[in-house]
C-alpha cells in the first residue's frame, strides 16, 4: 500500500481508452492518490490498490469494488464536502476529476476496524425478520432506547444537512425515436436512423459511448470495437438530427411514450462554482422507442462470496480492456457459462497471473488456455481473507492462493424500463435469464443484449434491422445504412445458482447482507410469495435495487419451493432505474422561486409607503401600512380602520377574481349559476350572487355588475377565481351548450380600489370627469357605470360596500393603475385620505358581519350563513335540490353570529370552540367554532363571528370558548354579526 | 379452533440463534378452504385482517375465512407512507381516528409482534393567520375527543426542525400543528402481526383465493364464489380497498367510490435526519424517515381514475418540488424507488363502514389515502358491526347513505369531487 | 401522459384539470318527482370502470375546451377524444327527436 | 376638480437587454381584444354570422379568421390568434384607449369584445439561441420543423399559463399574465442563461 500514496498506480498495466498524457490526483478517506484522465473512481483506485472501500447495511463486512456499473452494490462512497457532500454515491460510476474527495461510509472508526463488525459475530441472532420477534418489552423503550440504536446503526451515508448549493435545470425533448443506451445495439441503430434523417435522441448513463464495446477486446466493421464506437459516436454528433445525451441516465418510462432522463453536466468538472445548473432533468416526449440498456451480470451464491477482491469476470475485463488495470496479482476464475472463459482468455493477454479456471459445467472447455489451470465440473466452495480475498478453496478441499476472484453467473438482460408500466418479463432458458415480456410501453422495443441477445454481431444486427422497421413505418426517410459486422462470441451456459455443499454464509444480495440462509429462513415462516420473500428479507430493496442480486435470490427459492423460476415469478422494477438527485426533480421551483408571485399595479407603490405583505395565494397583498412611529401592527391597523370609518380610506382590491361575461343567454345563464336572481337586474346596477356547488354547499360569492343588456361584469373571491371560471365553462360547455354565453377573465385586466368612508363620494367627484353624475340619487347604492377618470382615462365604478361605509370601488385598465393610487392619495389629501390594508379590510368586514374565507369554507350551507333566503325556490340553479337534503336543514344546524368577550381585557381567537360552561370538554358537546376574530377600534373590544349552533336564537346567551391548544378557556356572549351600523344606513348615505 | 404458535421473545431469538434458526415455525397456516364459515371476510389486507383478528380475539367468532386473491398485505398496507395519527378535525372522524391510536399504542403487545409502532410526532405546517386558526380549529377537535395536540408558532417550530428552509421559502412558515404520539409503523408487519394473531385463533387465512361471485338466495348473501370453489357463510364482509368498486359491482351496486393512484416515494439509506412526520400543505409534501434510513415522503393523489399501479411524472415532480421548497437540505439524496397504491376515494373523503342493501353483506371502504393509520379501529369497528349488527359508536358516521341524507363527512370542504380531498 | 386533443393534437395531461366521469354532463331534471334521488345518484354514485372510462378533463392551460376522454384505467391507453359541448349539443338534438 | 391625468406604467419596464447572442424585450405598445363568435342552434347561421365577422376583419386589417391553434398576421403591424374555438385575441399596434369600443364599431353585432390589452406582459426573445433557452420551460414541441408562425399555443411554462407564437424563425413572442410578469421574466431569463 506504501506505494499508493506515491501515485505510482502500480496495479496499471496499461492505458486503455484512458489519456495517460493527463494525471489526475484525488482523495480517498484522507489520503493522496493519483488516476488518469477517463478513469472512474473506482478503477483509480484499483490501479491504486486500494481494495477494501466499504462496508455492507446490516453485518458491516469488509467490501470491495465488485462491479464496473450502475449496479454496483459494495463501492458506495460519500463525494465532496461541506454542503456538497453526496451521500451513497457509486465510485464505479463516479468520473474521476482534479481534487475530487471521496470517504467511505457506514463505519464506527477506521475503515479497516469498524467496531459495528461485531454484528457480523451475532449474525445467527440478526437473521431475516428477527426485529419482528423482539424489542417489544418493556413497552416505553421502543422509541427510547432500541429504535434509537437501530436508526443510527442503519442508514448509509450521511447528508450534509445544508442547502444543495447547486442550480438544476428541467427541459423537455421531442423525438420520432428515442434510443436508450449507446452501445452496440444502440449505436447501429442511432446510426441507420439518423442517416435517414428522423429526429433521434440517443441517451446514455456513461460518459464514453460506446458500452461493452469498449470494455472488450473485440472487432467492428475491422476496426476495434472502442474504436468503432468512438467513430460512430462522432458522426452521430455532427447530424443536425441527431442529439447525443452522454452521462444521460433514462430513469423511468412513462405513459404515451414519455420517458424521465437525468443529464449529469458538472459533476465531472473540477470547478464548482460553474453558474450552470449541475444537472438537467428532461422529459423526453418520443414516437417510438429503442431501449438497448444492455444486461447485467450476476454472480454465483457460495461461503464468503462478498469478500473485497471478489469481482464480476465482466467488470474484470472491463478494468483491465478499459482502464488499463489489473484486478489483481494471482486471479482465479469462476464461472458457469462460456463468457467466464473471454475473462480468463483477456487476463492471460494481458499477463495477469491466471491461477485457474473453475467452470461448474462437466462439458469439455470451451477453448484452450496455454499454461493455466482448467476445472471443469468444479465449484468454489468458500473464501478466505477478512480485509481482502486471499484464497478459494474449492470443491476437493485445495485451496489456492489469489486476491481476484472473477465470478460468472451469467448475464441479466436490463428489462427495467420494459416494467415501469405493465411489462412482466418472462424467463429464457437458453440464456438463462429474464427477457422483456410481450406487454410493452406505447412505441418501445428492445435489441440488443436488453432483449436477451448476448452476442456483438446479434446486437449490432438487431439495432440495424428494428431502425429499418421504424423508419419504413415513419414514412420519413430512407435507409441507407447497412449493419455493421462483428464476430458472433459464444455465449453459451448452464444454469447454476448456489454451491449447496457451501455450509457458512453465501450472500445472494451484498448490500442488504441477505444470504441464502435468511431465503430459506423466509421460507420456513411462511413468507413464500416473491414480495414476502423480499420484504422480510429486504433482499433487492438496497440502493442498487437488486440488480446484481435480485433473479439469484429468485433462482435460490425454487430450490426450497420445488417449484420452476417462472412460476415464483419475479419482482416489479419501479422507476427510476438509477437513483435521482430529489433537487433534480424539483430543478428551479426552490425558495423564492417555487411558485410564481402575482403583484398588483400599485404593488410598488405600497411598498413605497411602507406596507407589510401577506401572501394570498400566488398574490401578494399589503395587510397594513406602517407610518413612522409605529411600533406594532395594531397601531397601524387601527389607524387605518378608525381613518377609514371617520374621513376615507382605500384599499387594493384588485386581486378580485373578475369574469366577463357576454351573450344573448348570459342573464339565463346566471340564473342557473347563482342560487339568487340575475335576469331581473336591471342594466347600471351590480347585485350580490351567492354560487352554491351542486352538492348545495357555497362554493363563492360577490358582486356581479350588468354592464349592458348582454353584458356582465361578475366579481368572485381572490381564492376561487380560477375554480369558479372552470366550474362556469363546465356549466356552459357540457350542461347548457345551446346557450350564447361567453367567458373571459377580466381579473388581470382592470386594477380596482375600494374607496370607502363618510367622505368617499366627495373624494370621488373630484376624481370623475364631467358629465359623469354620481351624486347618491343618479349613482345611488349598487349602482355601477362605465365612465372616464382623471381627464379621460376609461374607468368603471360600482357602488357596492364591504366596510359598510358609503363605498365605491373604481378600476382602471391596469397600465394606470399605479398611476391612480398616487393620484387618488394626492387628491384625497384634502379629505384626509388613508390607505388600508387586508387587515383593516378584514377588521372592518367582521364589524360588519360580513362572511369571508373562513366562514366560506366549503363545509357551510347557505342558511349556516344566514342567507337561506337568497335559495330561490322560483327557479332551479346548480345546488338547489341537494341543499335541501335533511341533514343539511336541522333545527340546530349551526349558524353564523356575533361573539363578544365577557371580560373586556380578554382578546377572543378563532379557532376556539363553543361549550356550555357546565358541559363535560367532549366531541359530543362540541356547539360551533369561532370563525374569524379582530379588535374593532371602534367598540373597543375584540369582536369575533362564529357557527354556533342554532345561533340566531340564541343572542344574549352566555356560553365558553374552548381554546385548549392556547391554553384558553373563556366566556363569551353570543350577540348580533352586524357590530357596526346593523341597519346599514351609512352605506346608503 | 385454536392453534399453538410460537410466542416471540428476545430470549426465543437468542434460543433460536445458538441452533442455527432451526425451531422456527410458519407465521400462518395455509389452510384449504372449509365449505362453510359463519364469516368470510373478503380481502386479506391490513383491515381485512385485523377484523378477522377482533372478531376472534373480542368477539369470540373464530369460524372466520380471510380470502385473498393474491398474497396477503398485498394492496395498499404494502405500499403506503406507513403514517399513524388521529389529527382530524370533524367530529364524525376524530373519534374513530382517536381510538386507532390507542389501539395502535398497544398493538405490539396484543399481537406479539413489533410493527414497529414509533411515536415520534407528526407536525402540520401553516403559513397564514387563516391556516393558524383553521389548525386551531382541529387542535381544539382533537383535544375534545381526547387526543394530543399541540399549537406551535415559529420558534417552536426552529426548535423541532431546524433544518427547514425559514429564511428564503415562498411561503414563510408560521407555525404548525403537533401531534406528538403520531408516528409510523412498519407497514408490512402490521399485515403478518394481525394474520399471525387471526390465524393463531383459529382464522383460516386462505391465499390465492380470488372471490369472483356472490351467493344470493332470495336477496340475502349466503356465501361466495371463488377461484377455489363457492364457499357458505352466514355473513360475507367486504373489504378490498382498491377493488371496491369492482367486487361490489358483482352484488349490483354502484358506490359513492372513485379509485385513483397515489404515489410514494423512498431515497436512498440515510443517518437519520427526519425526527418524526413533517406535513407541508401548500406545497403538497410530508415526509418522514424509516427506521432502514429511507426518507419516505409522497403528496397529493395524481388526480386521474386508475387502476394501475402507477403514476406520472408530474405528480413526481411536483411532490419534490415541495420538499425542495420547505427542506434545501435533502437536494443531493436521491430518490430510489417510486411507486403507486390504489385509493378508493370517497365522495367526501370519508370512509364506509356499513350493512348493504343486501342482508348479509357488510361493506368498508373508502378509505381515500388514509387507510393505513386506520387500520386497527377499522378492523375493531367493522368486528364490532359484523358480530353486533350495529355499528361501533366510533364509526356510526360512516354511512352509506350519508350523502342522500346530507350528512357528509367533508374535511376538506371540497364537495363530491373525489380528486381534491 | 398526452391527450390527444381533437383541435390541438398531443398535449401532456399537466396542461389539464381532470374532473371525472362524463356522466356529469348529464344533469338530472330538478322538476322531476325523484330529483333528490337522480341528484344524489348523479352526483355521487360511480361505475368506477376498471378499463374502459369516459371521462372529463378541461384544457386550462389550453383552450379552454372541456374534452371527453376515453381511457383505459388499467393501462391507461387513451382510445378516444371528443370536445364535449359537441358531444352535448349531438346529445339535446337527439333528445328533442325523441321528445319530438 | 383635479387637473391630473394617469400615467401609463408597465411590469417589464421597458426591458431590452441582450443574453449571450440572444435578445429579450419586452413589447408594450399592443392593443388585445378578444373576439367571440355568437353561439347559436342553427349551423347556417352560425356559418353566416362568422362569414360576415371574417369580411369585417379582413377588409379592417386584412386577416382572416383561423381555426384554433393557427394565426393569421401581416407583419407585426397585426395578427389574429386562434386560442378557443369560436375565440380570437386580435393583436394591433395600439392606437385606442378603448380598443374594444373601436373595434366594435367594425364587427358591430357579429361577435362579442372584451378589452384584454392590459391582462398580458410580452416578451420577444429572438436569436439563435431562443429555442434551445424556450426548450426549458416550453412542454409544447417547438421545433422550427412542425412550430412555425401559422401556429400559436396557450400551454404551461414554469406553473404560469402563457401564450406562445413564433413570428420568425429565429423570433418568438410570449404572453404571460400581467400580474405574474416578473415571475415569467426570472423563468425566460434564466433558461437563456443556462442555454447560451
Known sequence: MNTATTGLQSARIGTGLLDSTRPVSFQFNGRSYTGLQGDTLASALLANEQRLVGRSFKYHRPRGIFSAGSEEPNALVELGSGAYREPNTRATVTELFEGLEARSQNHRGPLSFDVMAINDHLSSFLSAGFYYKTFMWPKAFWEKVYEPVIRAAAGLGSLSMQEDPDTYDKGFLHADLLIVGAGPSGLAAALTAGRAGLRVIIADDDFLAGGRLNAEQMEVDGMPSAQWAARSHAELCSMPNVRCLLRTSVYGAFDHGIYGALQRCTDHLPDKSSEKPRQILWRIYARQTLLGAGATERSIAFANNDRPGIMLAGAVRTYMNRFGVAPGKEVVVFTNNDDGWRTAADLTRAGVSLAAIIDTRTTSAPMKLPGVRIVMGGQVITTRGRLGLRSVTLHDGQTLPCDCLAVAGGWSPNVHLTCHQRGRPVWRQGIAAFVPGAELPQGMRVIGAANGSLGLSSALTEGHRTAVRIIEASGIGKNTSSSPVAEQESTRITAFWHVSASRGRAWIDLQNDVTTKDIALSFKEGFRSVEHLKRYTTLGMATDQGKTSNVLGLAVMPQLSGKTIQDTGTTIFRPPYTPIPIAALAGRSRGKHFRPVRHTPSHQWAQDNGGDFVETGMWLRAQWYTREGETHWRQSVDREVLQTRRAVGICDVTTLGKIDIQGKDAAAFLDRVYANTFSTLAVGKVRYGLMLREDGFVMDDGTTARLGDTHFLMTTTTANAVSVFRHLEFCRQCLWPEMDVHLISATEQWAQYAIAGPQARALLEGVVDAPFDISNETFPFMACAELTVFNGTPARLFRISFSGELAYELAVPTRYGHSLMEALMQHGKQFDVVAYGTEALGVMRIEKGHAAGNELNGQTTAANLGLGRMVSTKKDCIGAVLSKRPAMNTENAIQLVGFMPEDSAQSLRAGAHFLSEDAEE???????????????????????????TNGSNRQGERIKAYDPVRGESYPVRIVSPHFVDPDGERLRG | MPVSTMRYSALKVLKEGLTGNRGWRPAWREPEPRTHYDVIIVGGGGHGLATAHYLASVHGITNVAVLEKGWIGSGNIGRNTTIVRSNYLLPGNEPFYELSMKLWENLEQDLNYNAMMSQRGIVNLFHSDA??????????????????????????????????DYENARFPIKGGLLQPRAGTARHDAVAWGYARGADSRGVDIIQNCEVTGFTLENGVCTGVDSTRGRISAGKVAVCVAGSSGRVMAMAGMRLPIESHVLQAFVSEGLKPVIPGVITFGAGHFYISQSDKGG??????????????????????????????????????????????????????????????????????????????????????????LIATGQPHETAAAYRLDRFMSGAVIDERGAGAQPNLH | MLIDHPLLGLRDASEFVYLGDASLMNRPDATAADASQQFHDYLHLRDNPAGLHRELWYHEQGDRSWLIVTRDTLTHEISHVELARDVSLAHRATDQEGGA | MADMTLKESYPLDSLDTLIGD????????????????????????????????????????????????????????????????????????????????????????????????????????AGPHAQAALERICPVDIDKSVFDDTRVVRTSMEHLSVIIERPEPERFRLYSPLSSAQSFLHAVRVSLQNAV
Open chain 2, 295 to 384: 426518507l419516505v415522503f409522497g403528496g397529493d393523489i395524481d388526480g386521474y381514475n386508475s387502476y394501475a399501479q402507477r403514476g406520472n411524472l408530474p405528480t413526481v415532480e411536483d411532490v419534490c418540488e415541495g420538499g425542495m421548497a420547505i427542506m434545501p437540505m435533502i437536494g443531493r439524496a436521491r430518490l430510489l424507488r417510486m411507486w403507486g397504491g390504489i385509493m378508493d376515494m370517497s365522495m367526501d373523503g370519508s370512509p364506509f363502514i356499513d350493512k348493504t342493501s343486501v342482508p348479509g353483506l357488510y361493506f368498508n371502504g373508502g378509505w381515500c389515502y388514509g387507510g393505513f393509520k386506520a387500520t386497527p379501529a377499522s378492523g375493531w369497528c367493522y368486528a364490532h
Open chain 4, 22 to 125: 440572444t435578445r429579450l424585450s419586452a413589447v408594450e405598445n399592443l392593443d388585445i381584444v378578444s373576439i367571440a363568435l355568437p353561439h347559436t342552434l342553427a349551423p347556417e347561421k352560425t356559418t353566416e354570422t362568422r362569414a360576415s365577422l371574417d369580411e369585417k376583419l379582413q377588409s379592417a386589417f386584412g386577416l382572416k379568421l383561423t381555426e384554433t391553434g393557427t394565426r393569421s398576421s401581416n407583419g407585426d403591424k397585426h395578427s389574429l390568434l386562434g386560442l378557443q374555438p369560436g375565440m380570437w385575441f386580435l393583436v394591433t399596434s395600439r392606437r385606442t384607449r378603448e380598443p374594444a369600443r373601436t373595434l366594435k364599431t367594425v364587427v358591430r353585432d357579429t361577435a362579442y369584445l372584451t378589452d384584454q390589452s392590459d391582462s398580458w406582459a410580452i416578451l420577444d426573445i
Open chain 1, 922 to 948: 367532549t366531541t359530543a358537546n362540541d356547539q360551533g367554532w369561532m370563525t374569524s376574530v379582530a379588535w374593532s377600534p371602534v367598540l373597543n373590544s375584540s369582536i369575533g363571528l362564529g357557527f354556533i
Open chain 2, 131 to 164: 391556516q393558524r386558526d383553521a389548525y386551531a380549529r382541529r387542535g381544539n377537535a382533537m383535544r375534545l375527543a381526547g387526543a394530543d395536540s399541540v399549537l406551535l408558532d415559529e420558534a417552536g417550530i426552529r426548535e423541532l426542525c431546524p433544518f427547514l
